[in-house]
């Protein structure tokens, strides 16, 4: 399971910008990963998804 997680992350990595509008996400991955979705797991305590992974400018992500 683990190395389909690192084949997806690496694709991701090599196909998408390094930094970009999180609003973006969707038309990025052509549907695929959900922003709002993602928004939605960033406020459940039970998936631990690490602020790294976001730059905050003010308000927005």
């Known amino acids: 399971m683990s190395n389909i997680l690192d084949e997806t992350v690496s694709t991701l990595q ?3 910008p390094p930094v970009f509008a999180g609003l973006a996400l969707d038309e990025l991955t052509d549907g695929a990963i959900n922003w709002r979705t993602i928004q939605n797991a ?3 305590p039970d998936i631990d998804i690490p602020r790294e992974c976001f ?7």
């Open 14 to 16: 090599s196909v998408l």
């Open 42 to 44: 960033r406020s459940n």
């Open 55 to 61: 730059i905050y400018s003010g308000r927005k992500v």
